[in-house]
């Protein structure tokens, strides 16, 4: 144990970022707050992400399953319905059930206008008469 360390060893000279005993360690701070930061915000990018499908959705029905199926892909940490909901949302649904309702009106105006005419002209109708359920005479 007589060894003694050469006086060349040591320097005077040590980098910044080693602090002496009982000092604050500026670095270890500065990238603890980093980390922080860091973490908050790919969290804040990963739930952005994920609601994308939510936000691309054209209509309610459309919304609703794309919303259902973002929550599956979050709990259950399958990809394959992210990936489903946000195909569903880049799709737009055809309105199928607005030229129904069109087509079934402009039917029903069609034979109101059939009938009145006949009944102007005197005419019976070819077919049974069939009477309303809720007439007031029952």
Not at 43 to 50: A, D, E, V
Not at 64 to 77: D, K, P, S
Not at 80 to 91: P, S, V
Request: contains cysteine; glycine residues 6%.
């Amino acid at each position: 144990m007589g060894q003694s360390v050469h006086p060349a060893a040591a320097s005077t000279h040590l980098p910044a970022f080693i602090t002496a005993p009982g000092e604050t360690d500026w670095l270890m701070i500065a990238m603890g707050m980093f980390l922080l930061l860091f973490v908050l915000a790919v969290g804040i990018l990963y739930l952005r992400l994920h609601a994308l499908p939510d936000r691309l959705a054209h209509n309610k029905v459309q919304l609703e399953v794309t919303c259902v199926l973002g929550l599956l892909a979050m709990f259950t940490h399958m990809h394959i319905f992210w990936i489903a909901g946000l195909l569903l949302a880049l799709i737009d649904i055809p309105d199928v059930i607005t030229p129904i309702k069109r087509i079934a009106g402009a039917t029903e105006k069609i034979a109101d206008r059939a009938e009145v005419e006949r009944e102007e002209l005197g005419e019976r109708p070819s077919g049974p008469v069939i009477e309303p359920r809720n007439s007031a005479a029952a």
